[in-house]
T-cell receptor
Framework: EDQVTQSPEALRLQEGESSSLNCSYT??????LFWYRQDPGKGPEFLFT???AGEEKEKERLKATLTKKESFLHITAPKPEDSATYLC????????FGAGTTVTVRA | SQTIHQWPATLVQPVGSPLSLECTVE??????LYWYRQAAGRGLQLLFY??????ISSEVPQNLSASRPQDRQFILSSKKLLLSDSGFYLC???????????FGQGTRLTVV
């Protein structure tokens, strides 16, 4: 049973076109929701941890929010360098990852 | 600062050959260590984790094994590789008592 579902699978944006990625989860005892960025052929890079509903974290053009059943990663005015796969993970007794959303930002 | 080293970056091995991937962490003591595998279009799958020297937990029955001979060294092995062992292998670490995991750059393994 999938614990983490990310949507959409792929997202193509024009530079400056803001959008959001979704991560829905089904774990009952959430001990943290994590966002990572992964560039092709590289290991994931840690971005954020969210622990409770209503919590928000920001880093440059990225903002992550958390509700009781899902998290959103908002990308504001993206640039081509924001192109990457964004992974969401939840922690009950281990980190369980979603399949990711591949974001492509065109100049 | 802490760094994680994983090698080799790419590896092509014939079916039936042995495997040894190594991962080391610098700048921290007694980390939790993890091996993940990532298949195309799928999420990262946890293979093994370790909370200390000689302590290995396996998440998925498979053709692979892991060992932790030193505090900051984690090794992924196989005696005989299968085609299905191909994939992108990632080592990660976390501080004991915390949950954020930090990843190495990965090894792309192709079994031919």
């Amino acid at each position: 049973e999938d614990q983490v579902t990310q949507s959409p699978e792929a997202l193509r944006l024009q530079e400056g076109e803001s959008s959001s990625l979704n991560c829905s989860y089904t774990v009952s005892g959430l001990r943290g929701l994590f966002w990572y960025r992964q560039d092709p052929g590289k290991g994931p890079e840690f971005l954020f941890t969210l622990y409770s509903a209503g919590e928000e974290k920001e880093k440059e053009r990225l903002k992550a929010t958390l509700t009781k059943k899902e998290s959103f990663l908002h990308i504001t005015a993206p640039k081509p360098e924001d192109s990457a796969t964004y992974l969401c993970a939840v922690h009950d007794y281990k980190l369980s990852f979603g399949a990711g959303t591949t974001v492509t930002v065109r100049a | 600062s802490q760094t994680i080293h994983q090698w080799p970056a790419t590896l092509v091995q014939p079916v039936g050959s042995p495997l040894s991937l190594e991962c080391t962490v610098e700048g921290t003591s007694n980390p939790n260590l993890y091996w993940y595998r990532q298949a195309a279009g799928r999420g990262l799958q946890l293979l093994f984790y370790s909370v200390g020297i000689g302590q290995i937990s396996s998440e998925v029955p498979q053709n692979l094994s892991a060992s932790r001979p030193q505090d900051r060294q984690f090794i992924l092995s196989s005696k005989k590789l299968l085609l299905s062992d191909s994939g992108f292998y990632l080592c990660a670490w976390s501080v004991q008592g915390t949950r954020e995991a930090f990843f190495g750059q990965g090894t792309r393994l192709t079994v031919v």
